[in-house]
T-cell receptor, first 115, second 113 residues
């Protein structure tokens, strides 16, 4: 069965420091991987995706993520955090061979960036 | 601009009432989804529809109903059988197979009074 794990409920970083939000997944076949961000009382906004190709994916707002097939991970990173990056982040996976289109979401990680 | 619209933004329900949450998209997406989000929890799938006039139950369908009479619209009814309906409800849509992920609406916060 497909699954996504975000092992940290909350990540705290100081502004200007690099940040990492972790995500590991389990699917059969090649995964389609996504990161979304959610601000309070808003819907989820797309940040980036990995489908195929270069393992390092660049997305919106300076975020990037690295696909690591051997470790089944897709960690979200940013070289220098901003206070405005504080939000709830979700990792999601779709099984590559699936024809249903259903995404499986992780539980979410709250990112707190302190000035 | 293409997008997905949920209304209302806030909704209050009395005990024993049915309420309907609206979700409309003009992205020409075939698939639509409803999720429930509770504080400190992730997204839980209520119902999804991959094509007009067809829909499937998700993980927590009890106490909810949907219809998909038009491609653009996927309303969710929270019935009186749903004992704890207070939550944030998110609608999403995607192309067939969701190769590009989902587009989400801005959500409806439902409160039982």
């Amino acid at each position: 069965a497909q699954s996504v794990a975000q092992p940290e409920d909350q990540v705290n970083v100081a502004e200007g420091n690099p940040l990492t939000v972790k995500c590991t997944y389990s699917v059969s076949g090649n995964p389609y991987l996504f990161w979304y961000v959610q601000y309070p009382n808003r819907g989820l906004q797309f940040l980036l995706k990995y489908i195929t190709g270069d393992n390092l994916v660049k997305g919106s707002y300076g975020f990037e993520a690295e696909f690591n097939k051997s470790q089944t991970s897709f960690h979200l990173k940013k070289p220098s955090a901003l206070v405005s990056d504080s939000a709830l982040y979700f990792c999601a996976v779709r099984e590559g061979s699936s024809n249903t289109g259903k995404l499986i979401f992780g539980q979410g990680t709250t990112l707190q960036v302190k000035p | 601009d293409g997008g997905i619209t949920q209304s209302p933004k806030y909704l209050f329900r009395k005990e024993g009432q049915n309420v309907t949450l609206s979700c409309e998209q003009n992205l020409n997406h075939d698939a639509m989804y409803w999720y429930r989000q509770d504080p400190g929890q992730g997204l839980r799938l209520i119902y999804y529809s991959q094509i007009v006039n067809d829909f499937q139950k998700g993980d927590i369908a009890e106490g909810y109903s949907v219809s998909r009479e038009k491609k653009e619209s996927f309303p969710l009814t929270v019935t009186s059988a749903q004992k704890n309906p207070t939550a944030f409800y998110l609608c999403a849509s995607s192309t067939t197979g969701a190769v590009y992920g989902y587009t989400f609406g801005s959500g409806t916060r439902l409160t039982v009074v």
